[in-house]
């Protein structure tokens, strides 16, 4: 674990020294739990954002895009249910004057029982080797059974207190928190205070105060967007049900703990595609989104082992199937996709408080409806945090040495080519000038001259360029290149004529589109 979290770190600090993600801000300290996308870190967004626009609304005939505005009348979040009940539950210590999430203390609780139980687990499978029945020592171990049960206890009480039939129980909450002897990481007492609500809305003043100005919200998700602009689309759009619209989007969230770099921030981007669909056939669809999605993370050839579903147990009001796609972060297996099935509440409750109908006539039965829905809902931030993760290798060399690499899929790099002259004369740079000249045309091309090539090759491991090409003497005569892949760092000689069919055919957003067709 602790191996992990400096892996993690390492990445935290190589997105930064090699320009894909600045705390904000920066030279004033940053701000908590914002951060800034640098030269690297904005064209791998980019193609993230690519990669997902192209496989709902350009693969999918019955899917358009939209895109709303961050603001939004004060009313929309009222019928959507933020305004009352967007709250996490927040502890203060009063010795460190730190604030927590309750129920992240808890849950934090809960995983370190289970972390205790797989250590006994695996002292024990050391201690008995081959002979190891794993089955029978979970249900026989006195120790691991007194953990057990103290960990279902705690589950138990957890679930009780969330689904208290009022809302959350905040006083069961801190209960909990007192029972259990959970101290605060940086003071180490248990001084707590009361367990409060709070929304996760930021609120701002819309129009100069003498006119009259109110308050509205930034969104903290990009679906209602989706939801108030639903009848526009499908009246001008001529759209039949199944249909869906996909939005990318920026999204805000006072989150209490900031944690793990870009996984939790207070301003982040979302994708989302609501897709409507006829009553009573939304189980189905939402089985094949499941699928659908799991595909596509898939694609990017991380491995399967790297992905899970977490079905819900505990499903919102409105909703009648809930999972999430986690990944394999450095960190544990951490959420990066949401499905849900969310009936027709959000359309039932916009039509409420609008006072508009909202509803489809379907023409095959003549009946009017209120479409139900199936979200998917990505976050390009923590896609983007899962794709570094997965891709940062500090390699051993057969020489001895160690090269810093990002495997990064090639369609997702920043930069797709290098082009180096292998020496700063000899009419070489101008060659490569020309090659660079002719090439930026198809994808982003990178042009360098300075340091010896070896260190130019591994600035660009670095940032997870997938080819580097050395224009040499033998360029000069015959026409043709070294190309270096990345990952083999294996160099052949290749005609400059084809080397843009060969990199166009692994770097575009077309060639991983087109193997998930
Ligand atoms: P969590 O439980 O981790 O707070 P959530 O269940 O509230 O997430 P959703 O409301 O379902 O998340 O949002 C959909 C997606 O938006 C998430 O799967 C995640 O990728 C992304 N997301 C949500 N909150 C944040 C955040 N604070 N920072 C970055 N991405 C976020």
Redesign the pocket.
Same mark, same amino acid.
């Given at each position: 674990m602790a191996q992990q979290e400096d892996v993690f770190k390492k990445i935290v600090s190589h997105c930064k020294e090699y320009g894909f993600v600045f705390p904000s801000s920066d030279i004033y300290d940053g701000l908590g739990?914002v951060y800034d996308y640098g030269q690297n870190g904005v064209e791998m967004k980019n193609n993230i954002k690519k990669y997902w626009w192209e496989s709902m609304v350009q693969m999918h005939e019955n899917i358009v895009g939209l895109d709303a505005a961050i603001f939004m009348h004060p009313t929309t979040w009222k019928a959507s249910g933020h305004v009352d009940a967007f709250n996490d539950p927040l502890i203060d210590n009063r010795d460190s004057k730190k604030r927590y999430r309750a129920d992240v203390l808890i849950e934090d609780q809960i995983a370190k029982y289970d972390e205790k139980i797989e250590k006994e687990v695996e002292k024990a499978r050391k201690r008995f080797k081959e002979s190891f029945d794993e089955a029978q020592y979970r249900s026989t171990s006195p120790k691991v059974q007194e953990l057990q049960e103290k960990r279902d206890n705690l589950h138990r009480r957890y679930q009780e207190v969330m689904n208290a039939p009022g809302g959350i129980d905040l006083e069961g909450m801190k209960q909990i928190i007192l029972d259990e002897e959970i101290v605060c990481p940086i003071s180490g007492t248990r001084n707590w205070t009361d367990v409060r609500q709070f929304n996760l809305m930021f609120k701002t003043e819309i129009g100069a105060a003498a006119e009259g100005s109110s308050t509205i919200y930034l969104r903290p %998700?990009t679906a209602q967007g989706i939801f108030v602009n639903y009848l526009n689309v499908q009246k001008t759009g001529r759209m039949k049900l199944p249909f869906g619209i996909a939005q990318i989007g920026k !999204?805000f +969230?006072n %989150?209490i703990v !900031?944690r793990q770099f870009? $996984? +939790? =921030? +207070?301003e $982040?981007e979302?994708m &989302?595609m609501q897709f409507f669909v006829k009553p009573g056939t939304e189980l189905q669809w939402f089985e094949t989104w499941k699928q659908t999605r799991m595909k596509w993370h898939q694609n990017l050839g991380f491995g399967a082992e790297n992905y899970r579903f977490h079905d819900h147990d505990k499903l919102a009001h409105y909703a009648n199937a809930a999972t #999430?796609i986690e990944f394999h972060m450095p960190f544990g297996f951490? %959420?990066? &996709?949401?499905i849900?099935s969310r009936t027709n509440f959000d359309l039932s409750q916009h039509a409420k408080y609008s006072g508009k109908k909202i509803e489809y006539f379907d023409p095959d039965t003549n009946e009017s409806y209120t479409p139900y829905v199936i979200e998917t809902?990505?976050?390009v #931030?923590? =896609?983007f945090l899962s794709v570094l993760c997965h891709a940062y290798e500090e390699q051993l060399l057969p020489d001895g040495q160690t090269r810093t690499v990002l495997h990064l899929p090639a369609a997702l790099a920043p930069v797709k080519l290098a082009i180096f002259p292998l020496t700063k004369k000899d009419g070489l740079p101008e060659k490569a000038q020309e090659i660079f000249n002719d090439l930026r045309f198809y994808f982003n091309c990178k042009y360098e001259e300075k340091d010896q090539i070896g260190k130019r090759y591994r600035r660009m491991d670095a940032i997870g360029c997938p080819y580097c090409i050395t224009v040499d003497q033998q360029t000069l005569e015959d026409n043709t290149v070294t190309l270096r892949d990345r990952d083999t760092m294996e160099q052949t000689r290749v005609v400059i004529s084809e080397l843009q069919q060969i990199v166009d055919e692994k770097v575009t957003i077309t060639s991983l589109l087109k193997k998930l067709a």
């Open positions: 739990a %998700e !999204a +969230r %989150e !900031a870009i $996984f +939790r =921030m +207070r $982040f979302q &989302e #999430d951490k %959420e990066v &996709e949401g849900h809902s990505i976050g #931030d923590r =896609m």
